[in-house]
């Protein structure tokens, strides 16, 4: 079992970087994929990046070159930098794993979800 919880998220003016955190409790967390999902109102929860533990992290087309995702495993952390930070980026951001390691991009494929953390960007 793996609970997250999210942590970062603020109000900020285009242009501007922030960094979220992801620290995950569990026995698991060093066999687990990680993940970020994005939800704005009115809209679909979106992938937005993930990272295996062997494996090249993995980017949503809207958020690559600007996003970087990375992990502290000593520190049960995940990260998401984000630069360059766009209107179109405001979103609750959350935080997900999954069993195992592999490129996982659809919300199916997590298991364990944080309670997310609110990233408004303002023009």
């Known amino acids: 079992q793996v609970q997250l919880v999210e942590s970062g998220g603020g109000l900020v003016e285009a242009g501007d970087s922030l960094r979220l955190s992801c620290v995950a409790s569990?026995?698991?967390?060093?066999?687990?994929?990680m993940g970020w999902f994005r939800q704005a109102p009115g809209k679909e929860r979106e992938f937005v990046a993930t990272?295996?533990?062997?494996?090249?992290?993995y980017y949503a087309d809207s958020v690559k070159d600007r996003f970087t995702i990375s992990r502290d495993n000593a520190k049960n952390t995940v990260y998401l930098q984000m630069n360059s930070l766009k209107p179109e980026d405001t979103a609750i951001y959350y935080c997900a794993a999954a069993k195992g390691i592999r490129i996982a991009t659809r919300r199916g494929e997590y298991e364990y979800w944080g309670q997310g953390t609110q990233v408004t960007v303002s023009s």
């Open positions: 990272l295996g533990w062997s494996l090249s992290p």
């Open positions: 569990g026995r698991t967390f060093s066999s687990t994929t």
